[in-house]
Protein backbone atom coordinates (compact mmCIF):
# COMPACT_ATOMS: atom_id res chain seq x y z
CA UNK A 1 0.00 0.00 0.00
CA UNK A 2 0.76 3.96 0.00
CA UNK A 3 1.22 5.51 2.82
CA UNK A 4 2.54 9.06 4.07
CA UNK A 5 2.57 10.40 7.53
CA UNK A 6 2.63 13.83 8.75
CA UNK A 7 1.80 15.38 11.87
CA UNK A 8 -2.03 17.20 11.90
CA UNK A 9 -0.72 20.11 13.31
CA UNK A 10 2.16 22.22 15.03
CA UNK A 11 2.68 25.05 16.63
CA UNK A 12 5.67 27.21 17.07
CA UNK A 13 7.20 30.69 18.07
CA UNK A 14 8.03 33.81 15.53
CA UNK A 15 11.96 33.80 15.36
CA UNK A 16 11.82 30.23 16.22
CA UNK A 17 12.75 27.05 14.22
CA UNK A 18 10.74 24.17 13.36
CA UNK A 19 11.08 20.91 11.88
CA UNK A 20 8.03 19.25 9.88
CA UNK A 21 8.33 15.33 9.76
CA UNK A 22 7.11 13.02 6.79
CA UNK A 23 7.56 9.17 6.67
CA UNK A 24 6.58 7.39 3.79
CA UNK A 25 5.67 3.39 2.46
CA UNK A 26 5.15 3.73 -1.07
CA UNK A 27 5.46 0.71 -3.46
CA UNK A 28 8.11 3.30 -5.85
CA UNK A 29 9.40 6.42 -4.98
CA UNK A 30 11.45 8.57 -7.60
CA UNK A 31 11.86 11.76 -5.37
CA UNK A 32 9.66 13.48 -2.64
CA UNK A 33 8.43 17.41 -2.50
CA UNK A 34 7.22 19.47 -0.07
CA UNK A 35 4.78 21.84 -0.63
CA UNK A 36 3.20 24.98 0.71
CA UNK A 37 -0.64 25.92 1.08
CA UNK A 38 -2.10 28.96 2.58
CA UNK A 39 -5.99 28.30 3.47
CA UNK A 40 -8.02 28.96 0.34
CA UNK A 41 -5.29 28.90 -1.63
CA UNK A 42 -2.89 26.58 -4.47
CA UNK A 43 -0.25 24.50 -3.24
CA UNK A 44 3.09 26.05 -3.97
CA UNK A 45 6.53 24.49 -4.42
CA UNK A 46 9.08 24.32 -2.08
CA UNK A 47 11.45 21.70 -2.26
CA UNK A 48 12.60 18.09 -3.77
CA UNK A 49 15.10 15.91 -3.01
CA UNK A 50 15.73 12.91 -5.21
CA UNK A 51 18.60 12.01 -3.52
CA UNK A 52 19.96 11.78 0.91
CA UNK A 53 20.96 14.65 2.42
CA UNK A 54 20.13 17.99 2.87
CA UNK A 55 18.67 20.45 0.27
CA UNK A 56 19.35 24.58 1.54
CA UNK A 57 16.86 27.27 -0.11
CA UNK A 58 17.09 30.02 2.52
CA UNK A 59 14.92 29.95 5.39
CA UNK A 60 14.04 26.47 4.12
CA UNK A 61 15.77 23.36 4.20
CA UNK A 62 14.70 19.81 3.59
CA UNK A 63 16.29 16.74 4.47
CA UNK A 64 15.63 12.98 2.63
CA UNK A 65 16.56 9.48 3.98
CA UNK A 66 15.73 6.77 1.53
CA UNK A 67 16.92 3.67 3.89
CA UNK A 68 14.68 4.92 6.54
CA UNK A 69 11.45 6.76 4.43
CA UNK A 70 11.95 9.64 5.96
CA UNK A 71 12.48 13.71 5.21
CA UNK A 72 11.89 16.57 7.05
CA UNK A 73 11.16 20.53 6.18
CA UNK A 74 13.00 22.95 8.69
CA UNK A 75 11.44 26.51 8.64
CA UNK A 76 14.20 28.82 10.00
CA UNK A 77 13.95 32.28 11.56
CA UNK A 78 10.05 31.52 11.19
CA UNK A 79 7.75 34.41 10.33
CA UNK A 80 3.92 34.61 10.84
CA UNK A 81 3.15 34.44 7.19
CA UNK A 82 4.65 31.19 7.26
CA UNK A 83 1.27 29.94 9.47
CA UNK A 84 0.38 27.40 6.41
CA UNK A 85 -0.21 23.86 5.81
CA UNK A 86 2.75 21.74 4.86
CA UNK A 87 2.52 19.25 2.08
CA UNK A 88 4.86 16.13 1.42
CA UNK A 89 4.57 14.43 -1.20
CA UNK A 90 6.37 11.08 -2.99
CA UNK A 91 6.62 10.67 -6.56
CA UNK A 92 6.01 7.41 -7.38
CA UNK A 93 8.25 5.43 -9.66
CA UNK A 94 6.71 5.11 -12.54
CA UNK A 95 6.51 7.71 -15.53
CA UNK A 96 3.47 9.17 -15.24
CA UNK A 97 4.81 11.92 -12.31
CA UNK A 98 2.24 10.69 -10.25
CA UNK A 99 2.57 12.33 -6.78
CA UNK A 100 1.00 10.70 -3.72
CA UNK A 101 0.28 13.39 -1.07
CA UNK A 102 0.13 13.16 2.91
CA UNK A 103 -2.23 14.77 4.71
CA UNK A 104 -0.69 18.03 5.49
CA UNK A 105 0.60 19.65 8.47
CA UNK A 106 -0.83 23.16 9.58
CA UNK A 107 1.42 25.10 11.07
CA UNK A 108 0.73 28.12 13.78
CA UNK A 109 3.35 30.95 14.22
CA UNK A 110 2.75 32.73 17.08
CA UNK A 111 4.17 36.05 18.18
CA UNK B 1 1.93 36.37 -17.77
CA UNK B 2 2.35 32.70 -18.25
CA UNK B 3 0.49 30.35 -15.89
CA UNK B 4 -2.57 28.40 -14.75
CA UNK B 5 -5.84 29.66 -14.42
CA UNK B 6 -8.60 27.90 -12.98
CA UNK B 7 -12.51 29.60 -13.41
CA UNK B 8 -14.32 29.70 -11.44
CA UNK B 9 -13.17 29.89 -8.22
CA UNK B 10 -16.23 29.38 -6.79
CA UNK B 11 -18.99 27.42 -8.16
CA UNK B 12 -22.49 26.21 -6.84
CA UNK B 13 -24.55 23.74 -8.26
CA UNK B 14 -27.77 21.71 -7.58
CA UNK B 15 -27.53 17.80 -6.81
CA UNK B 16 -27.79 16.06 -9.89
CA UNK B 17 -26.35 18.49 -12.71
CA UNK B 18 -23.19 18.10 -14.24
CA UNK B 19 -20.66 20.67 -14.07
CA UNK B 20 -18.17 21.10 -15.60
CA UNK B 21 -14.25 22.86 -14.14
CA UNK B 22 -11.83 24.83 -16.73
CA UNK B 23 -7.81 24.45 -16.53
CA UNK B 24 -5.94 26.22 -19.20
CA UNK B 25 -2.20 26.79 -18.97
CA UNK B 26 0.57 28.65 -21.63
CA UNK B 27 3.36 27.42 -20.18
CA UNK B 28 2.96 25.21 -23.29
CA UNK B 29 3.22 21.79 -20.23
CA UNK B 30 2.92 18.74 -21.49
CA UNK B 31 1.36 16.69 -18.72
CA UNK B 32 -1.61 17.85 -16.91
CA UNK B 33 -3.42 16.63 -13.26
CA UNK B 34 -6.62 17.05 -11.63
CA UNK B 35 -6.85 16.53 -7.71
CA UNK B 36 -9.63 16.79 -5.34
CA UNK B 37 -8.92 17.91 -1.83
CA UNK B 38 -11.09 17.13 1.26
CA UNK B 39 -10.31 19.00 4.31
CA UNK B 40 -8.36 16.17 6.89
CA UNK B 41 -7.24 14.36 4.22
CA UNK B 42 -4.09 14.64 1.44
CA UNK B 43 -4.75 15.69 -2.33
CA UNK B 44 -5.89 12.60 -4.44
CA UNK B 45 -5.70 12.06 -8.15
CA UNK B 46 -8.52 12.34 -10.17
CA UNK B 47 -7.24 12.16 -13.92
CA UNK B 48 -4.28 12.95 -15.57
CA UNK B 49 -2.88 13.48 -18.78
CA UNK B 50 0.57 13.55 -20.25
CA UNK B 51 -0.03 14.30 -23.98
CA UNK B 52 -2.92 15.53 -26.15
CA UNK B 53 -5.44 13.05 -26.39
CA UNK B 54 -4.73 10.96 -24.10
CA UNK B 55 -5.76 10.55 -20.24
CA UNK B 56 -5.44 8.06 -17.68
CA UNK B 57 -7.68 7.38 -14.54
CA UNK B 58 -6.20 8.34 -11.17
CA UNK B 59 -7.41 6.99 -7.83
CA UNK B 60 -10.52 8.45 -7.45
CA UNK B 61 -11.58 8.46 -10.71
CA UNK B 62 -16.08 7.55 -10.35
CA UNK B 63 -17.73 9.86 -11.10
CA UNK B 64 -15.44 12.27 -13.02
CA UNK B 65 -14.68 12.86 -17.02
CA UNK B 66 -12.23 14.63 -18.40
CA UNK B 67 -11.32 15.29 -21.96
CA UNK B 68 -7.32 16.88 -23.46
CA UNK B 69 -8.10 18.08 -27.10
CA UNK B 70 -5.84 20.91 -26.91
CA UNK B 71 -2.44 21.28 -25.24
CA UNK B 72 -3.72 24.00 -23.47
CA UNK B 73 -6.76 22.47 -21.67
CA UNK B 74 -7.75 19.98 -19.29
CA UNK B 75 -11.61 20.28 -18.66
CA UNK B 76 -12.87 18.28 -15.66
CA UNK B 77 -16.47 17.25 -15.87
CA UNK B 78 -18.02 16.47 -12.21
CA UNK B 79 -21.08 13.86 -13.56
CA UNK B 80 -24.46 13.71 -11.57
CA UNK B 81 -22.76 9.66 -10.83
CA UNK B 82 -20.40 11.69 -8.33
CA UNK B 83 -21.42 10.56 -4.55
CA UNK B 84 -19.67 13.62 -2.43
CA UNK B 85 -18.65 16.10 -5.15
CA UNK B 86 -18.40 19.22 -2.53
CA UNK B 87 -14.63 19.89 -2.26
CA UNK B 88 -11.75 21.53 -3.14
CA UNK B 89 -10.57 21.04 -6.68
CA UNK B 90 -7.24 21.57 -8.18
CA UNK B 91 -5.56 21.16 -11.49
CA UNK B 92 -1.47 21.13 -11.35
CA UNK B 93 0.69 20.69 -15.07
CA UNK B 94 3.96 19.74 -15.73
CA UNK B 95 6.87 20.51 -18.32
CA UNK B 96 7.99 17.11 -20.02
CA UNK B 97 11.33 16.53 -18.87
CA UNK B 98 11.18 18.29 -15.50
CA UNK B 99 10.07 16.95 -11.68
CA UNK B 100 8.00 19.18 -10.25
CA UNK B 101 4.21 20.06 -10.52
CA UNK B 102 2.81 23.25 -10.07
CA UNK B 103 -1.03 24.11 -9.07
CA UNK B 104 -3.78 26.42 -10.42
CA UNK B 105 -5.40 28.30 -8.15
CA UNK B 106 -8.56 25.75 -7.74
CA UNK B 107 -12.18 25.61 -7.90
CA UNK B 108 -14.16 25.29 -4.65
CA UNK B 109 -17.19 23.54 -5.64
CA UNK B 110 -20.29 22.90 -3.32
CA UNK B 111 -23.25 21.16 -4.46
CA UNK B 112 -26.50 21.99 -2.81
Known amino acids: GQNIDQPTEMTATEGAIVQINCTYQ??????LFWYQQHAGEAPTFLSY????GLEEKGRFSSFLSRSKGYSYLLLKELQMKDSASYLC????????????FGTGTLLAVQP | DGGITQSPKYLFRKEGQNVTLSCEQN?????MYWYRQDPGQGLRLIYY???????QKGDIAEGYSVSREKKESFPLTVTSAQKNPTAFYLC???????????FGPGTRLTVL
Open chain 2, 27 to 31: LNHDA
Open chain 1, 26 to 31: TSGFNG
Open chain 2, 92 to 102: ASLRGGTDTQY
Open chain 1, 89 to 100: AVRDGGATNKLI
Open chain 1, 49 to 52: NVLD
Open chain 2, 49 to 55: SQIVNDF
